[in-house]
């Protein structure tokens, strides 16, 4: 089998996932509306997802080590597409965060396999190409808010909405999968189920969590900032997130020829300095204009980080690929879900300007911990 044909198919892993979330995502105000819910109900549904996914990593990295990548990614994306019309079934708060927390729980249990077969993948092709398979996550997200909004215009309702995403992933799914690496083997049964990283690890881990702070703080923080802070109007407001991601996604497909020509050290090290002095320039600036600027810097500067993170966990000695990108994931992502509370309740007591001081600083200290991130 071609390595180009497996690149491929792990590569369509990563946009139907970007697509299959995005295209929830894209419809979430109607679904509110047509479960009369307050903010609050809204809310504590959308917490669903994100505890479905942290908790089903270190399963999701058991069953990859036990049972190989290829099938635990092709059971995850099917289930997936599965659940995405479920969503519009849901009749109430509890019945949608219920299911929203198995969506999350397949999600991220599709995170985890393909990103061990892209770094099955990265290992044959003999240099950096991570970083590209998460940009296509960031397009495949791109598509489906785009989808959605044209589903949107035409009048479809969330459950035919979903129910023709989800086809389409299916569709995707059943074409690629076969290109799957057959060859990552499952491991020895006496590995643990849940397994303690070693110092390497650990350090790699708190750069995903500090990067990964700065993505959550972004997406739900950055339109906040933008309109209140800078004064811009609603309509405007959106600016700074979609600078945010723009540069995210082309940061992503251009982070592999950087990781090629600087190394992987040097990369962590100016990424982190390249967002931390986004951010700063962004609490500084006294226009829009450059808090936009800003605001793109920091997407720039955090594209790279998580996908040369999981490369390099990927390659680790002391435990399987899968559990060792699970254990790492549950850091990270951790990050991503207490940084925008904690940064609201520091906003609470002085003003969000102080409180997004929260994002530098671990950017910063992204560049400082670079060096531990060698594999």
């Known amino acids: 089998m071609s390595l180009h044909f497996a690149r491929a198919a792990v590569a369509t892993m990563f946009l139907i996932n970007g697509f299959t979330f995005a295209t929830w995502a894209s419809r979430i105000p109607l679904i509110q509306q047509h479960l009369q819910l307050s903010a609050g109900e809204l809310g504590s549904a959308l ?8 908790l089903s990593l270190p399963l999701a990295g058991w069953l990859t080590a036990r049972f190989g990548s290829k099938y635990v990614t092709i ?11 479920l969503i519009a079934l849901a009749p109430s708060a509890l019945a949608l965060a219920a299911v929203l927390f198995l969506f999350g729980s397949a999600g991220d249990t599709l995170n985890i396999g393909m990103n061990a077969q892209a770094v099955s993948v990265e290992n044959q092709w ?3 190409i991570m970083s590209s398979f998460h940009g296509l996550y960031s397009a495949g997200g791109m598509l489906g808010a785009a989808f959605g909004s044209v589903m949107a215009e035409a009048g479809f309702m969330p459950l035919q909405h979903f129910t023709i995403g989800g086809i389409i992933g299916m569709v995707l ?5 076969r290109w799957l690496l057959p060859n990552d083997s499952p491991t020895d049964k006496s590995k643990p189920l849940f397994a303690k990283p070693d110092a390497v690890l650990w350090w790699l881990g708190l750069i995903a969590f500090s990067c ?9 923080w950055s339109s906040v900032f933008l309109a209140e802070i800078s004064g811009t109007t609603a309509g405007l407001s959106t600016l700074g997130y979609t600078a945010f991601t723009m540069a995210m996604m082309s940061g992503r497909f251009l982070g592999d020829r950087l990781a090629q020509q600087l190394g992987q050290v040097r990369l962590i090290r100016l990424s982190g300095l390249l967002a931390g002095s986004g951010m700063s320039l962004a609490l500084l600036a006294a226009t829009p204009f450059w808090v ?17 993170v999981y490369g390099a966990v990927g390659r680790s000695q ?31 007591f002085f003003n969000l300007r102080t409180a997004l001081i929260i994002v530098a600083v671990p950017a910063f200290g992204m560049a400082v911990m670079a060096s531990k991130a060698r594999s």
């Open 47 to 54: 917490l669903g997802t994100p505890i479905g996914s942290l």
């Open 75 to 85: 059971i995850a994306a099917f289930v997936s597409c599965c659940i995405l019309p």
């Open 126 to 128: 003999g240099k950096p």
């Open 173 to 177: 799914l059943l074409i690629f999968f």
């Open 212 to 220: 990964m702070l700065g993505e959550g703080a972004m997406a739900d």
């Open 292 to 308: 936009v600027v800003g605001f793109g810097m920091v997407g720039l500067g955090l594209a790279t980080v998580v996908p040369m």
């Open 318 to 348: 002391t435990m399987p690929a899968g559990v060792a990108i699970a254990a790492i994931s549950t850091v990270g992502y951790t990050g991503f879900l207490i940084g925008p509370p904690v940064i609201g309740w520091v906003a609470d």
